[in-house]
Each structure stands twice: as C-alpha cells, then as structure tokens.
C-alpha cells in the first residue's frame, strides 16, 4: 500500500455493515465511519444483516447482540468466522456480561466494546483492524505469487548487475579516454547517459553534462558557480538521494574522482539513476523473506542437500521432525536425521531418491519409513528435486517429505470400512442393487431388502430375471434408463412388479457409473412408497372432496362452475345453479348429536345425487348448504323440475339408527347468463334466492329475479348505517389474546370487530359482515380495523408492554384490491408499528380461490415485514399440497374442527394431520375456539403452537385488554404437568 494514499482514498476500498436495532445509535456511528470515507451500510436486525453480509462481503461488521428477529449470537453461528478470512467483528451491546464477551470471542469477534463507548475510540479500533487485514491481504497476495516474484525479481537483479558492470567498464573507459583526450571531453560527456558534474574544492558546481540537469532537475546555467547541495567525497563511490521539483525521490549512484579543471583541483562526479534498481533489491529483498516465511509456514519437511547428501537448510517443519536446532542440523547427512542412521539408503529395498535422480535424470518421488528423535515411526512419501550451476551441473538437491502416516492409516481403515459398508447394506431396511444397462441388462447384485421387496426367496433366483421383462413396464423402463445414463443421481417414482405379479410403487434413486474394467453399470436404491402414494391420493382427494359426503367441496364446486360457464358461453347454453339449504338440520344435530347430523348429511348427499343426471356437480359448501351445477339445460323450468325433485327427495322420512327424521329443503335457483355471467355472482344470487325460499315458509325453491329485492334492500341498509357508524366513531376492536400452550406466555391478540349500535346496543361482526363482504363499504372498514389496530398496538408498546403481534383479519374484497399493499404500507409508517407486530389473517377460501395470484399477493406483503396467517383452516384441506408454496408464519385451525376435536375421531385425525405437517414445514399452528380443558388437553398432546378462544378470555374492550396484558396468564398443560 502506498505511502501517498491519504486515508480517505484507503478507506473508500472498505464496506462497514452496521447491525443495530436502535436506529439513532445506528445512524451516529454511520455518520461518523463515513466522514472517514468508509462506505457504511445497515440493517436493524440479524436477519436482514446476514441477507447484506452475503451480498456484500463487507470487511467490518458493528454487531449488537440483543436484536429481534435473529440476535447478535446466531449471526455470528451463521457466518462462522475463521482466521483466514479478511473480514472482523466488533460486538457492540449494553448489555453484554463476561459471559457473553467469552461467547463472543469463542465465535471470532475481534473486539468486543460496551455501550456507551467513545466514538474516536472505536474509529481507532475500526481503522487498526482495517489496517491488520490489509497486511493480511497482501501477506496472501504476495504468498500466491512468491515463486514467480523471486524468480523474476531474480533475474533482474542479475541482468542488472550485469548491467552495472558493463556500465563501470564504459567508465573507466571515459576516465581513460579524458586523460587521453581533453579535445574530446565535452562530445563524451554529453553523450554519456550517466550525469557528469565537475565541483570544485569549495563544492561550487563548474560544469554539468545534460542528464546531468535532468536527474537534478536544474540547468548548467542555474547552478553554475552555486554550491552542488550535497555531500561529495574527493574519491569513491557512494548514493545520493535527489528529490526533484515534482517531489519524487531519484535513487542515484555517485562515483568521484579527483581531476585537474583549469589547472586547479577539483573533482568529477558521475551520477547513475539507480531507483529502478533499488526498488528491485528492495522488492528481491521482501521477497526472499517472504519465500523463506512461507517455506516454514507449511506442512512439508523441506530440506537443502549439497552433492555429499549434507543438509545446507532446513524448514520449521523439518527442525520439528527432527528434533534438532537449526544450527545443528547444518553438515549431517540426510539419512542421519531422517532413519537416525549413518549409512546411506541403498536400492532396492531401501530406495534412494538421489540416486533414481542421477539414474533418470528427472525428479523423483519414493516411499520410506522415517523415525523421529522419539523413535516414533512415520511412512513419508519423499521427492527430491535438483539444482544446477551454470555450468549446468548438480550440485544442490531439494528434499522434500510429506508425512502420509494418516494416509496410509486411512487406507487400512478403509479396508475394515468396506467391510462394514458391506454389512451395512445387506442390513439397510431399503432395496440397493447393482445392475448392467440397456434393455437386456441383468441385476448383478442385491440386498437382502431388495430380494423382499420384490418377494424372491433367494439371490440366486433373483438374479437369474432380466430387469425390463420381468420387474418394469416398458414405459417406466425407458425412463429408468434415460434418467440412469444422464448426469448425477436421479430420484423418481415407477411401477414395479413382484415376482407374484403385484403391483407396487417404489422411490428409485439410479446413478451410472463406471467398474474397474470400465464398463457401465448402474447403482440403484429402491424404497418401497406405496403407503405414501396412496396418502397422497388420499390428500388430493382431501383438497378437492368434502371429508363427510365425499362430495366436490367448494374449491373444487368453483372451478367446475368456472369451467361449466366457459363452455355454455362457447355453445351459447344456459346453465342453472341450486343453492341447497337443509331445513331443520341444525335442530337434528343439536338434539340428536353430530353423529346422527353427520349421517343425517351423508344420506342428503346421496339423495341429492340420484335428482341429478350424471354430468352435473353437486357439492357441499359447508355445513348443510349444497350446492347443484345443471349444465345444457334447454330451458329454466327444466331446473325447477330438479329443485322439484330435490325437495320430494328430502321430505321423505330418513331412518338414522332407529330415528325417524323429517327435514326438508329450501333452494334458490339462478340462471346464466341472465342471473349473471361469473361464478361468485351465480352463486351469490342463488343464496339469495334460497334465503327468499326460507322466508317464504321453507321447503320451497325460488328463482333469483330483480324484484328479490329484500336482501338487496337489507344490505344497502346496514350499508348507510355502516357509513354514518364509521363518521360517528360507532366502530370499535375488540382484542382476544393468543396464549403459548405450553409457556403460557402471552403470543399476540386477534382484533374483532364491534358496532356499537345507538339503538341495538354492541352488535358483533358475524351479524353484519356476512351481508357486506363483497360491498364497497367493506374496504375502509376494514382500513378502520388495520390502523386502529396499528395504533393501539403501538401505544400498548410505548406504555412499556411487551412486543406483541396484533393480527387484523383481511376479507377477499380488500385481499383483491391492486392497492392492498400501499394501504398497509401506508398505516405502519403513520402508526410508527414495526411491521413485524401486524399480523394479517387471510381465510383458506380466499388464498385458494387463485392460488397463483395468492402466491404473488402474499409475497409481496412478506416484504413488508407483516407476519402472515391462514384463517378458518381445515375446513376443505385444499391448502395441504400447496402450504409449502405460501410465505406464511401461522394457520388457524377452524373453530369448527375445534368444536368435535374429542367426539369426532374423523375430524380428530384431519387436526393431527394438519399440525403434523405444519411442524414439519416450520409453521406456527394455532387453534382457535378452544372452550373446554379436554380441548386444551388434547392440542398440548399433539403439538399445537398456541391456542385462542373462551377458555383463556372473552374478547375484551381495549382497557380490559390492557389489564389483562399487566396480569398475564397462566395455563397448565399435561405435557408441562409431566415435565414438572
């Protein structure tokens, strides 16, 4: 690094990341590193730090170590500092104790400093460590490129000696050509490329040549009859340093001798620019050092042998070896520190590798065993390298040993390793066979799990079948053999046969590789999968089928709908849509139970079915409502005919468990294109339709038409009353906290929305929601919800309360709203919330309405910061197969999968599926409408993250809230109770 560099311009080279979660000591500490010139960057926890570290690769990092999000300690773990990196930490923390000092310096950090700390002082640590990696740098720089430097460097110095000597020759020549010939001086000397200047006794200059005035930087004229400025002796050779008019510095030679200048003495003075010369000896000289540091810095026993086999030089490595000081190792024999003997090796069974050099004339490697001082024996492997003279001779060796005493260890090992492999692998409970390729190829070896698998008694007759006729099908083959032959290990599903002819399905995982004579074979692991892929049918099945009726659920009800009017509008068809609701059923099932209610459906389903004709859909959409897709209807009475039979199907008495039970059924009809030309708006219609139907006495169908007004009229009129109840502040949040199942710790709280009616006092949102989801109005009530939320939140914080989520619930008409992100952004930068404390929480119904526009949505809120949970989940299990897809922190286990968890074994095996994948994706899971003790018993048994609902708190006002945040809580649970 050069000396000329300020520090601004050496700093400018150098990123400083600043990890700090207080952003006015983040931001101090930044503006004072950039006067510096240092380029600094930041981030407010460990996580986006790690993110910048790795983009970054910044020399310094400034670390607090009490952070959110990911502390100080776990960056640290994360980038696992070694001592060959060129980068430093310094610990920056208020509250860091001697033990955490000690973890921090186990984990690398260079320096550890407590808050408040004087900022000189830590720009004086920054800039000394800066300066330590510099020399590191350069240390590996000039390491990397030693053998070519000294080479070179070397063969410089010896051209320029060799320079120096014919220019010393072509002076002695000037000399005697001047006392030959005065008549010739001037034409000489002014050719000359060396400086000439003749100095009186007094040192007042009489006569300069040109390169004279050049390597002084002054004029004959100027300096003529002036004092020379330095030192000269009458005779000899010395060096004088010239600093020019520009400031660098001139490296000069100056010979002197005593002459006769108009007939008086004086003295001529030759000057050489020798800086490029200095400046090599200087670099040669750096550099040898650095070649005898590095030679001792590695592992290898190196050793410098004469002709006679007598150590000139040794290495650190090879001192430690031997045992021996350096100056007592000079003049012994190599033999004699290397198999403490004093005879030499003698071939054949003690190999000499000078002399297999001498006999090939080439560097040659040989095996010995070596002892040390301690007689401890060590297998090196040996290479000696000569040197020759310039009369290209021998006359110096390089010995160089490599101790491969572990190799040679490992390789016994190896032996017993392949061994154990090998019983290993008759043990592994998986198929592993070794196979020959193409279509005719055979199984050449096999596990005994590769011999049950395919239900063979023995190997012998295993081995004795060709693979493509006897264990795949031919399409399942061709691919076995493209994916074998194609680069790396390839994992894949296929069909295989048994030896009985059965069917089943393996995981096979074939790589091909080459044998010892060099022909193909291929490794190949088979893991029987068929419990699996029947689960995973079973999991589709779930996503798209109602658990209970084994009807179409909605998700799958919406796409065939979707697809069902894309095809009508092609053919220009009509198409009628049912919306079935079961009168009655609510009173079965509470009197009766839900076993009774569930066959009560299961029998309604069937019934429903048998109206219908075999191209139309009828799928459940929860609870008792259904719903009936009538595609290429030629006209609307044929779907009154239908709603005809539908009701005569269920009037009919159903017989569950010796009961007799009457129900009945209300259903709306609505037709496209007339009734609308979208899905949502079919179905909506024909809801309303079928409320028309309940009102009007039950048991009857309706088709929607325009005057069906009172559910239009009805809604626009809590419509008008939501908008003066939101200018007359009518609306409120209600908070129900989130409690840690096994901790008790307080999690978050859930915001629910309340109308504080002036006639009908509060009124909860499930009584009015329902009717405006898809209104207008939803969307600023829902922008009321998320900034007052955001705002209580926030003072809760600055009140001194511990930093906690408040999840705001998020409906499909804001979820669908191009302007969703910029709102949140909006309302965190007005409220001052870390986003990290907004949790957002989206139903299943609406995330997997459009899976590909849910993924994008929900990614781009997880940039924000906001925590992200899935609501209502269970209910369709058609977000199992996509959970992984979706950047989400927590799902909320439907209240209604809650409500059965200890008398319904069905719905008690779908939670445990959830929770169980849920883990294993490292999603939070949540349980929400939790009422009993055995409820809470039984989430504490399987896992669950948290629990919300009646048996920890009611909802509360935003003041009992604050009461029950000041109290806490408490919970037992039976896992802690067995801890305990």
């Not at 001592?83 to 923390?93: D, G, Q, W």
């Not at 070794?434 to 008694?457: C, E």
């Not at 389903?605 to 595609?631: H, P, W």
Request: proline share 3%; hydrophobic share 35%; charged share 25%.
């Amino acid at each position: 690094m050069s000396e000329a560099l300020t520090d601004q311009q050496i700093n400018k080279n150098f990123d400083i990341l600043i990890i700090e979660d207080e952003q006015i000591v983040s931001d101090e500490i930044a503006r004072h590193l950039s006067k510096e010139g240092y380029r600094v960057l930041s981030a407010e926890d460990g996580k986006k730090g790690l993110q910048i570290f790795y983009e970054t690769h910044p020399a310094l990092v400034l670390l607090d170590l009490r952070m959110p999000v990911m502390d100080g300690f776990e960056f640290l773990e994360r980038i696992d500092i070694s001592p060959a990196e060129l980068y430093s930490v310094i610990v920056l923390t208020g509250h860091g104790n001697d033990e955490d000092m000690e973890r921090c310096f186990e984990l690398g950090v260079s320096s550890f400093l407590r808050k408040p700390f004087n900022l000189y002082e830590l720009k004086g640590l920054v800039k000394n460590l800066f300066l330590t990696n510099l020399a590191k740098s350069d240390l590996k720089t000039c390491a990397n490129n030693l053998e070519n430097t000294v080479k070179e460097r070397t063969m410089q110095l010896e051209r320029a000696l060799k320079d120096l000597k014919r220019e010393n020759s072509l002076c002695n020549q000037y000399k005697q050509e001047l006392e030959e010939s005065k008549d010739n001086f001037h034409n000489i000397v002014e050719k000359s490329t060396d400086g000439v200047v003749v100095i009186d006794t007094y040192g007042i200059v009489k006569f300069m040549n040109q390169t004279a005035e050049t390597l002084l930087q002054r004029t004959f004229e100027d300096m003529q009859n002036k004092h020379f400025g330095y030192p000269i002796p009458m005779e000899g050779t010395t060096e004088i340093n010239i600093l020019q008019k520009n400031e660098h510095v001139i490296y000069s030679e100056m010979k002197t001798g005593k002459i006769e200048w108009n007939g008086t003495d004086a003295c001529l003075a030759l000057l050489r620019d020798i800086t490029e010369r200095k400046h090599m000896e200087n670099r040669l000289r750096e550099t040898s050092q650095m070649l005898e540091d590095l030679t001792h810095g590695i592992s290898e026993h190196i050793l410098l042998l004469d002709k006679d086999l007598k150590i000139l030089w040794a290495n650190k490595a090879a001192l430690e070896l031997t045992g021996i000081e350096p100056n007592d190792i000079i003049g012994h024999c190599c033999h004699n520190v290397t198999h403490l003997r004093d005879t030499p090796c003698k071939p054949p069974n003690d190999p000499c590798p000078v002399h297999e050099l001498l006999s090939t004339g080439k560097p040659t490697t040989v095996f010995h065993t070596h002892f040390n001082r301690e007689l401890h024996k060590q297998f090196v492997e040996v290479t000696v390298y000569p040197i020759r003279n310039e009369m290209n001779e021998i006359d110096k060796y390089v010995h160089i040993s490599k101790d491969i005493t572990d190799q040679k260890r490992m390789e016994e090992a190896l032996k017993v390793s392949e061994k154990r492999y090998r019983d290993m692998i008759e043990l592994l409970p998986v198929g592993i066979s070794l196979s020959t390729p193409g279509r005719q190829g055979f199984f050449i070896d096999v596990n005994p799990s590769m011999i049950d698998m395919f239900g063979f008694d023995s190997k012998e007759e295993f081995l004795q079948y060709p693979l493509f006729s006897n264990f795949y099908d031919s399409g399942d083959f061709d691919k076995y053999l493209s994916l074998a032959n194609n680069g790396p290990v390839h994992n894949y599903d296929v069909r295989l046969k048994r030896k009985d002819g059965n069917i089943f399905w393996a995981s096979v995982s074939s790589i091909s590789q080459k044998n010892d004579k060099g022909d193909t074979q291929h490794f190949n692991v088979y893991m029987d999968v068929t419990e699996r892929k029947l689960a995973r049918q079973r999991l589709e099945y779930m996503a798209n089928f109602d658990a209970l009726t084994d009807l179409p659920n909605r998700v799958l009800f919406f796409d065939r709908l979707k697809q069902s009017i894309k095809e009508a509008s092609r053919n220009n068809r009509k198409l009628a849509l049912l919306f079935v609701d079961l009168d009655r059923f609510k009173f079965i099932n509470d009197t009766y139970g839900h076993s009774i209610g569930d066959k009560l459906l299961k029998e309604a389903s069937s019934r429903l079915v048998n109206c219908v004709r075999k191209m139309d859909t009828v799928a459940r959409m929860g609870g008792d409502e259904f719903a009936i897709i009538l595609s290429k209807i030629k006209k609307p009475n044929d779907a009154g005919s239908i709603a005809n039979k539908i009701i005569k199907a269920m009037s009919s008495i159903f017989f569950l468990d010796g009961l007799e039970c009457s129900i009945g059924a209300s259903i709306g009809i609505s037709m496209y294109p007339v009734n609308g030309e979208e899905a949502e708006i079919l179905l909506t219609n024909a809801d309303t339709a079928m409320y028309s139907a309940k009102r009007s006495g039950r048991n009857k169908y309706r088709y929607f038409t325009t005057d069906l007004n009172y559910m239009t009229i009805e809604k626009h009129r809590i419509e008008k009353e939501l908008r003066h109840a939101i200018q007359c502040n009518e609306l409120l949040l209600y908070y129900q906290p989130q409690v840690n199942i096994l901790t008790g710790e307080i999690t978050g709280t859930e915001a629910l929305l309340r109308w504080m009616h002036p006639e009908r006092g509060v009124i909860e949102a499930d009584n009015f929601i329902h009717t405006i989801k898809e209104s207008e109005i939803i969307v600023p009530i829902g922008e009321w919800a998320l900034n007052t939320a955001c705002e209580q939140n926030k003072l809760w914080q600055t009140a001194g309360f511990h930093c906690l989520p408040v999840a705001v619930n998020i409906t499909g008409k804001q979820f669908n709203q191009k302007f969703l992100i910029e709102t949140i952004t909006n309302v965190i930068d007005k409220t001052g919330l870390n986003p990290e404390y907004l949790e957002l929480e989206l139903t299943e119904e609406l995330v997997m309405q459009n899976m590909d526009i849910s993924i994008s949505m929900l990614n781009e809120l997880h940039k924000i910061g906001v925590r992200l949970t899935i609501d209502d989940f269970g209910t369709g299990y058609s977000s199992l197969s996509s959970l992984k897809l979706l950047p989400i922190e927590k799902i909320k286990i439907d209240r209604l999968l809650v409500r059965d968890i200890i008398t319904n074994s069905d719905k008690a095996a779908v939670v445990d599926a959830i929770i169980a994948i849920a883990r294993s994706l490292g999603v939070e899971v949540t349980a929400e409408g939790v009422e009993t003790k055995e409820q809470l018993d039984f989430f504490c048994y399987k896992g669950c993250s948290s629990i919300q609902g009646f048996y920890i708190s009611r909802p509360l006002h935003f003041k009992e809230t604050l009461q029950f945040l000041e109290k806490g809580y408490s919970i037992i649970c039976p896992e802690m109770k067995e801890k305990s």
